[in-house]
Every structure is written in structure tokens, then in C-alpha cells.
């Protein structure tokens, strides 16, 4: 069975970093392009960066040169690293997983649980 689990969460104050993990098991995690969203109160989720399972990237325009993804395959987690951060970057972070293509159009299959990020001075 598919287990993501997002750790690393909490509160901020503007301009702050937060590192989020995704631990993941159950599948061939290599295998899989995986990506972090987040959805704020009251919008709709969006995707916020994906990694392929070549390494290549990609990222929302609101976090390119903010945010980084990348992932340890030999630890089977993934991570985000978010630096210079802002008060609309305030979100539940959710780590997902499936094949490209599902990642992009926002339905992969797998997901976690959620993580809070809260920016705020």
C-alpha cells in the first residue's frame, strides 16, 4: 500500500525558511514523478514544484527562485525547501505521486496526509 507522509511544517515569520520531507513507501519510488501543492483557505489547491523521476523540475511561477524540490531516492523522500517566504505562501503543503502526467493535471493518485505552513509576522 501507497504511504506519503509530510513532516515539517509549522509557523514562520516573513522572509523565513521551512525545509517540508515527504517520507514515502509501499511503491518503486523512483519510478514515480512526484510533486508538492497546497491549497489556502478558501482557494482551490494548485501545484506549487514537481520532480520527475529523471530529476528534471518544474515550478509554479509564484516560487521559482524560492522554493526548491529534490529528493534522496535512496531515503525514498522528498523534500521542499522554501526560503524567503511570504504570507500568501500560507497553505496546507501536500506531497502527491503518480506518473507525470497525472502530476501536472493536479489528480495524481497518491497523496499525503498535509502539511501546515503558516507565514506570519
Given amino acids: 500500500q501507497v504511504q506519503l507522509v509530510e513532516s515539517g511544517g509549522g509557523s514562520v515569520k516573513p522572509g523565513g525558511s521551512l525545509r517540508l520531507s515527504c517520507a514515502a513507501s509501499g511503491y518503486t519510488y523512483s519510478s514515480y514523478c512526484m510533486g508538492w501543492f497546497r491549497q489556502a483557505p478558501g482557494k482551490e489547491r494548485e501545484g506549487v514544484a514537481l520532480i520527475d523521476s529523471d530529476g528534471s523540475t518544474s515550478y509554479a511561477d509564484s516560487v521559482k527562485g524560492r522554493f526548491t ?5 535512496a531515503k525514498n523522500t522528498l523534500y521542499l525547501q522554501m526560503n ?38
Fill in 69 to 73: 524540490i529534490s529528493k534522496d531516492n
Fill in 84 to 121: 524567503s517566504l511570504k504570507p500568501e505562501d500560507t497553505a496546507v503543503y501536500y506531497c502527491a505521486a503518480d506518473q507525470r502526467a497525472r502530476v501536472l493535471a493536479g489528480t495524481p493518485k497518491y497523496w499525503g496526509q498535509g502539511t501546515q505552513v503558516t507565514v506570519s509576522s
